[in-house]
């Protein structure tokens, strides 16, 4: 009788549920806590909460959480009820979501593990199967987009990660002010970033104050044929195209240390990383060797320098003032005898108009960027995903900023 009372306060129970027996198994290291109704208690019908008359009763079990080590289980016989307008349905327990196999606060706890561990290891730890697991996540997540309130976000960054292998991508549309992932896109086509505009209201749609993103002429299409007013809200992102510049100095150094090495000058030799690091990271030493290196007459001091001017060119106040700026850049770099930074000199000028924004919106894909490291770290953790939809999912469950607890919060 004791035990009764004491799993009853465990459970947090409440009229018309009481417990009315508990089974210890010691051999198979489980409580079976059997619950029942009280006797005439009356029902309601799920949907509308209005009293329905009883139709037929169903055995049902839940994993609930371990009490000293033993595996809990909760047992019950739930009634279902006739409601004349509803039909035959079953009653809502308070301990678990309808079709639930675990009670509320197993899929609690293991919701919150899953924000620190990996499936697999969650699935460990409480001693049920990698696929109940997988399955509280999946449905934690369809729990969490169902209940989110349509997106109307001001500032978004649209980016690519990359899936399983190189060149098989995915496109994340990000809140720029919350840091949340509004959506996961199957690619990185027009189509996929249209679809997902087209979601939006026309309001919502109006609202976009600003689309911070690559230079890709994807993204670019689809947000100016969804986004009202876009010419002057597409942003293109300073670290991508910074990115670009870093790559055709590169390009410009392995030329350039090919030729030198043939006349037996090693002046660029193991060089590559000076190049690439941003001298506010340089150390000292670094900075000393670095001084000689970028102060030379070598063509890579001349594209590191084009590459430098261009990176401090983002903090003008004046449309008219940045693209002046821009301007005798682009006449500088067109005017390098260096092709690979000619060619992306090009491209910054047919994107002239979308740097200016990024420069007077001062927004750039700082946040995505950040969004996309925590992508990779859940795919390390996670070694992998088997498709798509799974990897989607795992972004919107650490990423989403959703609501991911089932309702029923006990017992
Ligand atoms: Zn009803």
């Known amino acids: ?40 208690a009356e029902l309601l019908c799920p949907e509308c909460g209005k009293p329905a008359p009883g139709y037929d009763t169903r055995q049902r079990k839940w994993r609930h959480l371990d009490t000293c080590q033993y595996h809990t289980m909760l047992s019950a016989e739930v009634p279902r009820v006739e409601c004349k307008e509803h039909g035959v349905l079953t009653v809502l327990v308070p301990w678990a979501e309808p079709e639930g196999r675990f009670t509320a606060l197993f899929e609690s706890l293991a919701i919150d593990w899953l924000k620190e561990a990996s499936t697999d290891a969650v ?6 199967s990698w696929n109940a697991i997988d399955g509280i996540m999946q449905r934690a997540v369809e729990r969490g987009l169902a209940r989110r309130e349509a997106a109307a976000p001001t500032h978004i960054g649209v980016d690519e990660t990359a899936f399983r292998k190189r060149h098989d991508y995915v496109t994340i549309v990000s809140d720029q002010e919350t840091g949340a992932v509004l959506h996961v896109a199957d690619d990185r086509k027009k189509q996929s970033l249209k679809d ?48 670009y510049l870093g790559k055709a100095v590169d390009q410009v150094r392995r030329q350039e240390n090919k030729a030198l090495l043939a ?66 850049w682009y006449s500088w770099a067109i005017r390098s005898r260096l092709e690979p930074v000619k060619k992306v000199a090009k491209t910054i000028k047919e994107h002239l108009w979308g740097i200016v924004n990024a420069i007077v919106l001062e927004v750039s894909n700082g946040p995505a960027e950040s969004i996309n490291s925590r992508i990779k770290s859940i795919k390390v953790r996670s ?14 469950f650490h990423l989403g900023g959703l609501n991911l607890y089932p309702e029923a919060v006990g017992p």
């Open 383 to 396: 070694r992998g995903f088997r498709n798509k939809t799974r990897f989607a999912n795992a972004i919107y």
């Open 123 to 128: 699935a460990r730890l409480l001693g049920v």
């Open 196 to 243: 997902w505009y087209g979601g939006l209201s026309e309001d919502s749609l109006g609202g976009i104050e600003s689309v911070s993103m690559d230079m890709w002429k994807a993204y670019i299409t689809a947000t100016l044929e969804s986004v009202p007013g876009a010419e002057s809200k597409i942003a293109f992102d300073k670290f991508h195209v910074g990115g």
């Open 263 to 328: 006349e037996g000058r090693p002046d660029l030799k193991g060089t590559r990383y000076d190049w690439l690091t941003n001298p506010a990271n340089m150390t000292r030493d670094q900075k000393i060797r670095f001084r000689d290196l970028k102060t030379s007459a070598l063509k890579t001091a001349r594209a590191w320098g084009i590459k430098q001017l261009a990176m401090s060119l983002w903090t003008y106040s004046s449309p008219t003032w940045a693209k002046k700026a821009w301007d005798r």
């Open 1 to 40: 009788m004791r035990d009764k009372e004491l799993y009853a306060r465990i459970l947090g129970l409440e009229k018309p549920w009481q417990v009315s027996d508990v089974n210890l198994d010691m051999k198979a290291g489980e409580v079976t806590i059997h619950l029942e109704r009280i006797p005439g």
